[in-house]
C-alpha cells in the first residue's frame, strides 16, 4: 500500500480511516507499489501458500499479516456443463461463493480486510450499513476478532439474513426504510461515533477485499482471464473490482493481456444501473427498490457511475430480470448443478441466460458466473414456490399406490 487516492483528481491522502476527498469528493481507493509487489509475487509463491484470499496479501490493503478471516475466500469454480448447456453456451463456470467461509456469501472477502485493516488502526468496534450479508459477515467476524460490532440492516430483511447477524452477539439494528435510508444514517453515525464503518470510513479498504474473488477466478483457470464475467449488482463495487483484479494480474505478468467482458447483472425491482446502462447513459437514476432480491436493492448505488464505466470499457451488457425470473434462475442453478443460491445467484443465472439468448454473450465463448452469496439465507423468497413434500402413512401399501398414481399422471 503506498496511500489512498481520490479517484477523481488524483490526489492522495495518508493510510487512514478516510473515504472522501476534501477537494472534490470523489472516492478514494487504494494504490499500490507494484514495481515492488511485482518482485515477490510470483505464480511459484501464490501456489505455495494457504489456499485463502490471503495468497494474494500483497495485493490486498493491511500493513502486517491479516489478523481477521485468515480461513476465508479460495472457494469452489466448477465447470457446469448441465448448466452451460441449458443456457445455451459452449462453456460455463459457476464460482461458488454460497460456500464461502464463514457466513456463506462474498462478503467475508471484504469483511475479512476491513476487519483486519480495523485492528490495525486500532479500532475497538466495528459497524456497517447492509442489505443482510454484509451485517452476517461483520457480525460473525468481529466475534471471532473480539472486537465489537454494531449492524445497521431494513427492517425488513428476510429473517434467515436477520438471525444470522443475531446470532454472534452483535447489535442489530433494525431501520424502518430502504438501504438508502440506513446507508445516509450511518454515514452520519460514523461522524459521530469514532468507530470503524466498514463500508463508510473503512470503504476504500473494504472493497479492496472484492478483487480476490477475480485472481482466484483467474488462478483457477490456469492463469487465464474469462471472456465473460457476470456480476450481480448492488452498489456496483463487486464489479469494478473484479475488473481492477483482472487489470492487476495483467500488470504484473502474472496472466495474458486478452480479451474480456464484465457484465452486469440487477434486479428488475432495483435496476438503476442496468437501465442506465441499457439506454447508454453514463450517469444513473437513483430508484426505489421492489424486489426479491433484497441483498442487492440499493437505490442510490455509490459505485454506479465506476460499474458503468468498466461495462463500457471493456464491451460488457448489463440487464435485469423480474421476481419470477430470479427464482426460475435460483431453482435452474439447483437442478442442474445441485447448488443452492440466495436470490443475488438467481439474477446472475437470470441474466446471463438473457445476455446469451440475445447473442451479447457468443454462445460459442465461456462465461464465469459470480455466485455470491446462499439459498439457505433467502428461504422466504423460494418457499411456496418449489412444490410441497408428498405425505404419506409409513405403509408400503401407500408408498405403492402413490407410485402408481404418479405414472399415471406421468402418461
Ligand atoms: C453485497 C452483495 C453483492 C454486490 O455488492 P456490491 O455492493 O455491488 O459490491 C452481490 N451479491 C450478494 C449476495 C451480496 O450480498
Ligand atoms: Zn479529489
Redesign the pocket.
Known amino acids: 500500500m503506498k496511500a489512498l487516492k481520490c479517484r477523481e483528481c488524483g490526489r492522495e491522502y495518508p493510510l487512514t480511516a478516510t473515504h472522501v476527498c476534501e477537494f472534490d469528493f470523489g472516492p478514494l481507493e487504494v494504490a499500490y507499489d507494484y514495481d515492488r509487489i511485482k518482485r515477490s509475487m510470483t505464480k511459484a509463491a501464490i501456489q505455495s501458500r494457504p489456499q485463502s484470499m490471503w495468497r494474494y496479501r500483497e495485493l490486498l490493503p493491511v500493513a502486517n499479516d491479516p489478523t481477521v478471516g485468515l480461513q476465508v475466500g479460495f472457494t469452489p469454480l466448477i465447470k457446469t456443463d448441465r448448466l452451460a448447456k441449458n443456457l445455451g453456451i459452449r462453456e460455463a463456470w459457476v464460482k461458488n461463493d454460497a460456500v464461502n467461509y464463514p457466513t456463506l456469501?462474498?462478503?467475508d472477502r471484504v469483511v475479512s480486510v476491513a476487519l483486519s485493516r480495523s485492528k490495525e488502526l486500532g479500532f475497538d468496534t466495528v459497524a456497517c450499513a447492509s442489505?443482510?450479508?454484509?451485517a452476517n459477515s461483520v457480525a460473525a467476524n468481529a466475534a471471532s476478532a473480539g472486537l465489537k460490532a454494531y449492524v445497521f440492516i431494513p427492517s425488513d430483511l428476510e429473517q434467515g439474513k436477520i438471525v444470522n447477524s443475531l446470532i454472534y452477539g452483535a447489535h442489530v439494528i433494525g431501520i424502518k426504510g430502504h438501504y438508502d435510508e440506513v446507508n445516509r444514517l450511518c454515514a452520519e453515525i460514523a461522524g459521530k461515533f469514532g468507530w470503524a464503518f466498514v463500508n463508510v470510513n473503512m470503504r476504500p479498504y473494504y472493497a479492496e477485499g472484492?478483487k480476490s474473488l477475480a485472481y482466484e477466478v483467474v488462478e483457477q483457470l490456469g492463469w487465464r482471464v474469462p471472456q465473460h464475467t457476470v456480476v450481480?449488482?448492488?452498489?456496483?463495487?463487486?464489479?469494478t473490482k473484479i475488473q481492477k483484479g483482472y487489470q492487476e494480474l495483467i500488470k504484473l505478468g502474472l496472466t495474458h493481456e486478452t480479451e474480456y467482458h464484465v457484465h452486469g447483472a440487477q434486479a428488475t425491482g432495483c435496476s438503476p444501473i442496468s437501465v442506465a446502462h441499457k439506454a447508454g447513459l453514463d450517469f444513473f437514476k437513483p430508484v426505489k427498490p421492489d424486489t426479491i432480491a433484497k441483498?442487492?436493492a440499493i437505490g442510490t448505488p455509490a459505485d454506479g457511475f465506476y460499474a458503468l464505466r468498466v461495462m463500457k470499457e471493456t464491451g460488457g451488457a448489463a440487464d435485469d430480470v423480474t421476481d419470477g425470473e430470479i427464482r426460475e434462475g435460483m431453482s435452474l442453478l439447483a437442478e442442474t448443478e445441485g447448488i443452492f443460491t440466495?436470490t443475488?445467484g438467481g439474477v446472475t443465472v437470470g441474466v446471463a441466460k438473457k445476455l446469451i439468448a440475445s447473442g451479447k454473450i457468443p454462445a460459442n465463448d465461456s462465461v464465469v458466473l459470480c455466485i455470491?452469496?446462499n439459498g439457505l439465507k433467502t428461504l422466504d423468497a423460494v418457499n411456496g414456490h418449489v412444490g410441497k413434500p408428498r405425505e404419506i402413512k409409513p405403509s408400503l401399501r401407500e408408498f405403492e399406490a402413490m407410485m402408481a398414481q404418479e405414472e399415471k399422471m406421468a402418461v
Open positions: 456469501s462474498f462478503k442489505t443482510g450479508n454484509l472484492s450481480p449488482m448492488a452498489s456496483g463495487s463487486l464489479l441483498s442487492l440466495e443475488a455470491t452469496g
